[in-house]
């Protein structure tokens, strides 16, 4: 049989759950002779090494791994997995995403019954890399993305079409949008299976987690702006939660300045043990949204001129 799906998988100092998340795709219901596992390393300095070679050794399907010695950031590394791709079909999972047994071929299941597509599943939060898959979704999981590259899948050939993740989106933010934009303008119709879900694993917040996280924020706000100068309509500008109505909502997220980062943690531990983790959640993407608004509203008047290619 031919090899029918590559696994794209970019990390960056994840090692303790790229080691979950590499077990979890080499433990798939669909036959290890078809499909292969493409970790691309992004100049990671932590185990990430020692924990790719572990799992390649173990695993019964292929996991190939690309070292980049300098950081290209999440669209680069995607890049380079895509160019050495062998599959049909490309199946994205971030390095903290755990997959169920059924996930990839559910995928597959999709490609084959719709030449012309792009897969789409849940992505549900867990706190447990033990038990994952115990995570129950909710309404604060759902997404109504086209394309989102935390889940999605689409044939090599579709997506070389229409080029690559633009790497202008450095080191990460909006890159998944900008190619989503060009593949639904080719005419893939999205379907949308809910046994293709994924296990989105978040660790507890702590000091040292939420300042990575507001960093991140940060850095999607300094791309958002890349994003709009190539996709400059109301669609994106909606995106982009570049409107007073986004500021509103986000102020009434944060109660209205009661939760701030020197204390979300506190609100998150007491909604979890009130029993309203989903609260908590709220809270803390309140904050999170908060910082990503601060910076875009600060950038709006210096907005960077993107190129217009894929590549």
Request: proline share 6%; net charge positive.
């Amino acid at each position: 049989m031919s090899l029918a799906v590559s696994v794209i998988t970019p990390t960056r100092n994840r090692a303790p759950v790229l080691a979950r998340c590499l077990h979890h795709l080499a433990a798939q219901s669909l036959p290890p002779d078809r499909y292969e596992v493409l970790v691309v390393d992004d100049a990671s300095t932590d185990e990430t090494r020692a924990v790719v070679e572990t799992a390649a050794r173990d695993a019964r399907p292929p996991i190939r791994a690309f070292w980049l010695r300098d950081r290209m950031g999440v669209p680069g590394a995607r890049n380079h997995a895509i160019r050495e791709a062998r599959g049909d079909v490309l199946v994205f999972v971030d390095s903290d995403n755990l997959a169920p047994p059924a996930f990839l071929q559910a995928h597959l299941a999709i490609h084959e019954t719709h030449p012309a597509a792009v897969g789409r599943g849940p992505v549900i939060l867990t706190r447990s890399l033990e038990r994952p898959f115990a995570a129950r979704g909710s309404i604060l999981d759902l997404s109504t993305a086209y394309f989102d590259t935390d889940n999605a899948s689409v044939r090599r050939a579709h997506l070389l079409r229409v080029g690559l993740f633009d790497e202008i989106f450095y080191p990460y933010g909006w890159e998944g949008l900008d190619l989503g934009f060009r593949l639904r303008a080719l005419g893939l119709r999205r379907i949308y299976r809910r046994d293709a879900a994924l296990f989105h694993y978040h660790e507890e917040v702590s000091p040292e987690s939420l300042a990575g996280l507001l960093t991140k924020e940060e850095e999607r706000a300094r791309t958002a702006w890349l994003f709009y100068e190539k996709h400059p309509t109301l669609e994106a500008r909606l995106a982009l939660q570049f409107t007073p109505f986004h500021l509103a909502l986000n102020g009434a997220q944060r109660l209205f300045g009661l939760v701030r980062p020197d204390n979300v943690e506190a609100w998150v531990r007491r909604a979890d043990r009130s029993g309203a983790p989903g609260l908590g959640r709220l809270l803390l993407s309140g904050v999170l949204n908060a910082r990503y608004l601060a910076h875009l509203h600060a950038n709006a008047h210096v907005r960077p001129h993107a190129r217009t290619d894929g590549d």
